[in-house]
Every structure is written in structure tokens, then in C-alpha cells.
């Protein structure tokens, strides 16, 4: 079955407010097996809303409306429907009376125009609004619901439940498998998978996040067998490269090793002033494992809070291989991570140009340092510099679980 959702609002299309009802009623129609066909964006006007519904029946099974069943002048969803039907505008007596019960209950005048909110297309099935004021409706394949999300939230599920069982529908719902990668370019990784992405049953993406590549496949979920297969292949090819399989980003990965491996962690930043800590403290339970954050941004500071010895500084600089080997070899955890680096977008030189960094690793006795340029604003060096340190930490953990 396909859906295609119409989302209504002008505010959507000026920038005034993001759309996020539309990932929400994806990831609710995957679960029922229904496919989102597309989706479209129209501004609060009768004729455009219906010319967006002439479109969509054209094309899909079930179309859903999200926005414009309010009170105002510009909710307009229930007229334009009315019209594409050629039906008229009702109110049932039993909803009038339910909805003024609402506003008395929450001692809020009940004005003219509040009937709005409860009127339905002539033949219309309504579905009560439990944590606002607009009924949800359904008629002709189509569906409509208010665009205030905590509204649409209740409102969904419930219709999607009673238009499953009123089709009955054999759900096979979509199976989606998402691996999480990083250290490979977009390119790179298209050019490594692409013989294995033939099957014309299965969708194939490559999402870019500030935290890595996602690899998506989706498919339905008899297919599942299918896609596990090819999942497979994509791990004997990228190796630790996939760093996640389940959605768990960088930061939770290495706090995960380190509840395993009992193990605690510390971090010294220069360049990223804090950015790694904040990372990691973002983790819910990082407290059980992460003791101490320091940001040595001077290097008087890398000298008292961290031991680097001065000779070392004056020698080979603040950003350098030697400085980021005292400085994570001077935290006193097992675990620990340092950055020394140059961020930009001034005081680069030939020698020591803007973007170069310095990671220092250790996990007990095993100490690395990585050597990166990064590319990009003051703000992308500093993330991705994050994202580095913390996938190179990774990869050492798993050295010692060998």
C-alpha cells in the first residue's frame, strides 16, 4: 500500500517552522507496512490544498493531511476537501456538545468559531482529539489531522490501528537496517558496495551525518533474509569501518566498550575547548565511566594540570606528535583521549597549517598518536576532530579485546 502525505501550512514553506509531522507518521506507516510515496508541502489556500489532493489520489492508496483544521482564517484543510468532494460542511450535535465540554473543563470561552474545530465532511468518520481541541477526520481515502504534533501524536496511531483492521490490511511491515560507518568518503563507499546493491526489491541509501555515513537498506519484512545477506557482505568489505549497527552513535559505542571492559575515561582538549566532553556527558550513565574532563588550552596549563614537560613545548610546539603523548600520558585514567590542534581560521603556518591535529591515545600501556588535517571551518574542524578521537579510541579498545 502507498501513503502520500500533504502537509499543510504556509509557515512550512517561509521557513516560519519545520516539518518534523512527517517523520513521525513514516516511522508510524513502516510499522503497518504502508510506503510513503512522496510528500508535498502546500500553503494555507483552499484551491492549493485541492489541487494537491487531485495529485495524490492519482497516486496513492491513502492520502493524509497534516494541518489547517484549527479556528483561524487561514485553517482551511476541512473546506478545501469539501470541495474537492463536492460535499458539504456538518456538525454533529454529539461532537459540538463534547467539544464545549472541553473548553469548560479548562474554564477557556467557547467562541463561534471554535465549531470550526468540529466540523467534518458530510459522510466524514471523526476521531476525538483527546489532548487538543480539532477532531482528526477520514473520508474517501483521505485522512486529516491537526498540525500541532503532540495532537497528531495521539491522534495517529489510533487511526492507523482502525483503518488497519477496517481494510484488513496483511501487514508486512517495512524492515529497515541502517550501518553506521566512518573513516570512508561517500565515493568511496558507493564504489566498494555498489555490485552488491542489485536487488531491485530492496531501497539502497547513503545518508551523510556529523557523526559518520549511514548505509541504509529498507525493504519489507519478508524480505528481511534478503538484506541480512547483503548486510553481511557489507560487513566482510568495510571491516571496522561499520562502527554501529543499532543506531548508537560514536560516543555510545566507546562508553559501551568501557562498561564492558570496566574501564573509566578521561579527556584533555586544547583546540576542541570542551566539544569531546560534551559528547560524552551527552551519554545517559557517562558518569559511571567518564571521571574527568580537562580543557588545558594554554600551555602553562598542559604544564600543570597535565605534567608536559616545558623543554617539550618550547621544543616542538603546542600542537604537536610529542605534546599530545605527554598530555593523555598525564591523565590518570586508564582511558584517556587529548587534542592539540590548529582549528583556524587564523595561526596557521607552512609547517603547521590550519586544521592540523594532534590525538593522543591511550587505553593502560598502549599509547598511539593520529595525525590528521582537517578541512573546513573553525566550528567543522573542531567536529570532526571530535568525531576522530572518538573512533580511534574505539578502534584501540578493540586492539586490547583481541
Given at each position: 500500500?502507498?501513503?502520500?502525505?500533504?502537509?499543510?501550512?504556509?509557515?512550512?514553506?517561509?521557513?516560519?517552522?519545520?516539518?518534523?509531522?512527517?517523520?513521525?507518521?513514516?516511522?508510524?506507516?513502516?510499522?503497518?507496512?504502508?510506503?510513503?510515496?512522496?510528500?508535498?508541502?502546500?500553503?494555507?489556500?483552499?484551491?492549493?490544498?485541492?489541487?494537491?489532493?487531485?495529485?495524490?489520489?492519482?497516486?496513492?492508496?491513502?492520502?493524509?493531511?497534516?494541518?489547517?483544521?484549527?479556528?483561524?482564517?487561514?485553517?482551511?484543510?476541512?473546506?478545501?476537501?469539501?470541495?474537492?468532494?463536492?460535499?458539504?460542511?456538518?456538525?454533529?450535535?454529539?461532537?459540538?456538545?463534547?467539544?464545549?465540554?472541553?473548553?469548560?473543563?479548562?474554564?477557556?470561552?467557547?467562541?463561534?468559531?471554535?465549531?470550526?474545530?468540529?466540523?467534518?465532511?458530510?459522510?466524514?468518520?471523526?476521531?476525538?482529539?483527546?489532548?487538543?481541541?480539532?477532531?482528526?477526520?477520514?473520508?474517501?481515502?483521505?485522512?486529516?489531522?491537526?498540525?500541532?504534533?503532540?495532537?497528531?501524536?495521539?491522534?495517529?496511531?489510533?487511526?492507523?490501528?482502525?483503518?488497519?483492521?477496517?481494510?484488513?490490511?496483511?501487514?508486512?511491515?517495512?524492515?529497515?537496517?541502517?550501518?553506521?560507518?566512518?573513516?570512508?568518503?561517500?565515493?568511496?563507499?558507493?564504489?566498494?558496495?555498489?555490485?552488491?546493491?542489485?536487488?531491485?526489491?530492496?531501497?539502497?541509501?547513503?545518508?551523510?551525518?556529523?557523526?559518520?555515513?549511514?548505509?541504509?537498506?529498507?525493504?519489507?519484512?519478508?524480505?528481511k533474509n534478503l538484506v541480512e545477506k547483503i548486510i553481511k557482505k557489507i560487513y566482510n568489505e568495510l571491516g571496522t569501518n561499520i562502527f554501529s549497527s543499532n543506531n548508537m552513535k560514536l560516543e555510545e559505542v566507546v562508553l559501551e566498550m568501557l562498561r564492558e571492559r570496566k574501564l573509566t575515561l578521561s579527556v584533555a582538549e586544547s583546540c576542541t575547548g570542551g566539544m569531546l566532553s560534551s559528547k560524552i556527558v551527552g551519554v545517559p550513565g557517562a558518569s559511571k565511566f567518564y571521571k574527568e574532563g580537562l580543557i588545558t588550552y594554554s600551555n602553562s596549563s598542559k604544564e600543570k594540570r597535565l605534567g608536559v614537560n616545558k623543554k617539550t613545548l618550547e621544543s616542538y610546539g603546542a600542537v604537536s606528535f610529542e605534546v599530545a603523548k605527554e598530555m593523555v600520558k598525564g591523565l590518570s585514567t586508564d582511558v584517556g583521549i587529548s587534542i592539540t590542534g590548529v582549528a583556524g581560521p587564523d595561526g596557521g603556518t607552512k609547517e603547521k597549517p590550519v586544521g592540523l591535529v594532534y590525538i593522543g591515545l591511550k587505553v593502560k600501556e598502549n599509547v598511539k598518536v593520529i595525525k590528521k588535517v582537517f578541512k573546513g571551518s573553525r566550528e567543522e574542524v573542531r567536529k570532526k576532530t571530535v568525531l576522530c578521537s572518538l573512533f580511534y579510541l574505539k578502534e584501540l579498545l578493540s586492539e586490547g579485546s583481541n
Open positions: 500500500m502507498k501513503a502520500i502525505l500533504i502537509l499543510v501550512g504556509t509557515e512550512l514553506l517561509n521557513g516560519g517552522m519545520l516539518d518534523t509531522n512527517s517523520i513521525y507518521m513514516a516511522e508510524k506507516l513502516n510499522s503497518y507496512g504502508i510506503l510513503i510515496r512522496y510528500k508535498m508541502v502546500v500553503k494555507d489556500d483552499i484551491e492549493e490544498i485541492k489541487t494537491a489532493v487531485n495529485l495524490a489520489k492519482k497516486s496513492g492508496d491513502l492520502v493524509i493531511i497534516s494541518g489547517g483544521l484549527g479556528p483561524t482564517i487561514d485553517d482551511l484543510t476541512k473546506q478545501a476537501i469539501a470541495r474537492y468532494l463536492d460535499k458539504k460542511l456538518i456538525i454533529d450535535e454529539e461532537e459540538l456538545i463534547e467539544i464545549k465540554n472541553k473548553f469548560k473543563q479548562k474554564n477557556i470561552k467557547f467562541l463561534e468559531d471554535n465549531k470550526k474545530e468540529v466540523e467534518k465532511v458530510e459522510g466524514a468518520v471523526s476521531f476525538e482529539n483527546k489532548v487538543g481541541m480539532a477532531s482528526g477526520m477520514y473520508i474517501s481515502g483521505i485522512a486529516c489531522f491537526p498540525g500541532v504534533p503532540r495532537e497528531l501524536y495521539d491522534l495517529f496511531p489510533r487511526f492507523l490501528k482502525w483503518y488497519s483492521e477496517k481494510k484488513k490490511l496483511e501487514i508486512d511491515k517495512v524492515y529497515i537496517r541502517n550501518l553506521l560507518t566512518y573513516g570512508i568518503p561517500e565515493s568511496y563507499l558507493n564504489n566498494k558496495l555498489k555490485r552488491f546493491f542489485t536487488n531491485t526489491n530492496i531501497d539502497y541509501e547513503f545518508l551523510i551525518k556529523d557523526y559518520g555515513i549511514i548505509i541504509r537498506l529498507q525493504s519489507m519484512e519478508s524480505n
